[in-house]
């Protein structure tokens, strides 16, 4: 993972924390939903990664 996408998925979460912390739920849910997002890209990445090279998936 290259360090700017580490980055975003970082400031992502950020943005989870402070709208739970302010109660704003509905845009603590949309950010939670932004960061899904972008774990579930890196983690299909990884596992098409994988596959190219014929390692079995270690979950």
């Known amino acids: 993972m290259q360090g ?3 980055h975003v998925l970082r400031s992502d ?3 989870v924390v402070e709208a739970c ?3 704003d739920l509905a845009e603590a849910q949309d ?3 932004v960061l899904l997002a ?3 890209a890196v983690l299909t ?3 098409n990664a994988l596959q190219e090279y014929a390692i079995p998936r270690p979950y």
């Open 4 to 6: 700017d996408s580490l």
């Open 13 to 15: 979460l950020a943005e």
């Open 21 to 23: 912390e302010s109660g």
């Open 31 to 33: 950010a939670a939903g």
């Open 38 to 40: 972008g774990l579930d």
């Open 45 to 47: 990445r990884y596992a």
